[in-house]
């Protein structure tokens, strides 16, 4: 079978190797489609802090199964699936009190072990998340990135009738934003630099697109929800200017969460933080409840996420996807891989 290796930053080599065998407990999943995020570009630029080479990408994941092991029951032959691609320890704390997502040993398949750029994926059943047939591959491929969102937001406490601020309209930001949506909240408000990631929040059915170079967030806040300003703002960017952002616009006794991957270690008013009474929060990774409750929302048809899948790329053409996101100018969402 086939399979993408990065062997160092910005090259990728395709390589015959034996397709997987199952173990008693193991399922072989038919890799189908795969989606390109942030952490993937991180990696093929030599940035992520976490990730050696060679590494075989891809951790948001749509596919078949197309072999279970002796021991698996629930899943057989032809079930459409994605994968939570954690790998735990069960050991640590964390995971002996249920907090197996922030494992002290975690390792995520396509970084620090072996994703599914590969025509054939050896994975645990445990990890396997069978899905309805009415959903498509591309939405299997993103329920991955709706997990972070649902994690992040049940992180800040219950979202119905509350007002949320969301920094960044990025894939993660946007779905963020939805989830809020989809889960009742009141108003939800976004915030970019960029007037194209703006537009398709708009078109995601987000209620405000602020572009904060041109107008403050703060007096947008006000502006759009009172003097009693957002309940709860989730910084999905990962830079100091957002982080700032959102320290100095928050209402006293107000939740931040932080969702995005800070490369450069930001300098943090804590002064500002203690005065006001503020919850700096992080946000992760995902439980197999967020997955669920991921699904939950895509089968109901309650995410908009055709707007969101702006480009395609055969298997074989998978380095032209990270030269066309070189190339964008900013001007992508998500990146699909095909297989099919």
């Known amino acids: 079978m086939k399979q993408a290796v990065m062997v160092e930053p910005g090259k990728i080599e395709f390589r015959q190797v034996e397709r997987p065998v199952p173990g008693p407990t193991e399922v072989i999943m038919q890799t189908r489609r795969i989606g390109v995020c942030g952490s993937d570009i991180h990696v093929y630029h030599g940035l992520h802090p976490y990730t050696g080479y060679p590494v075989v990408q891809g951790h948001e994941l749509g596919g078949i199964v197309a072999e279970v092991g002796s021991e698996v029951e629930g899943l057989a032959v032809g079930d459409l699936i994605t994968i939570m691609p954690q790998v735990t320890c069960g050991e640590c704390y964390p995971c002996r009190h249920g907090q197996y997502h922030i494992c002290e040993s975690l390792k995520v398949m396509g ?3 072996g994703g599914a750029a590969q025509e ?3 994975v645990p059943a445990t990890a396997v998340i069978k899905l309805p047939a009415s959903i498509s591959l591309d939405q299997a491929a993103m329920i991955e990135p709706i997990s972070v969102a649902v994690h992040a ?13 969301v920094l960044g309209a990025g894939t993660i930001g946007n779905l963020t934003a ?11 408000m976004i915030t970019d630099l960029s007037e194209y990631k703006l537009q398709k929040a708009t078109e995601c059915g987000i209620d405000f697109a602020i572009n904060t170079a041109n107008q403050d ?23 100091e200017a957002t982080v700032t952002q959102a320290i100095a616009s928050a209402r006293k006794g107000s939740t931040i969460v932080i969702v995005g991957v800070f490369g450069a270690k930001p300098q943090v008013d804590l002064g500002l933080v203690q005065d006001r009474e503020l919850s700096l929060v992080g946000s992760l990774m995902y439980q197999k409840a967020d997955y669920e409750r991921a699904v939950d929302l895509v089968e109901a ?6 707007e969101l899948v702006t480009h395609r790329f055969d298997f074989d053409d998978y380095l032209d996807a990270y030269h066309t996101i070189e190339q964008s100018g900013g001007h992508y969402m998500k990146v699909m891989i095909d297989l099919e």
């Open 120 to 122: 054939f994926f050896a």
């Open 111 to 113: 970084f620090q072990t």
């Open 217 to 239: 967030l703060e007096q947008a806040i006000l502006h759009h929800f009172g003097p009693d300003r957002a309940d709860l703002i989730l910084e999905c960017v990962g830079v």
């Open 178 to 188: 939805q989830v809020a949506k989809a889960s009742g909240a009141k108003a939800v």
């Open 301 to 306: 048809g309650k995410m908009h996420l055709d």
């Open 153 to 165: 937001l049940a992180r800040g406490g219950p979202v119905e009738g509350r007002n949320v601020v």
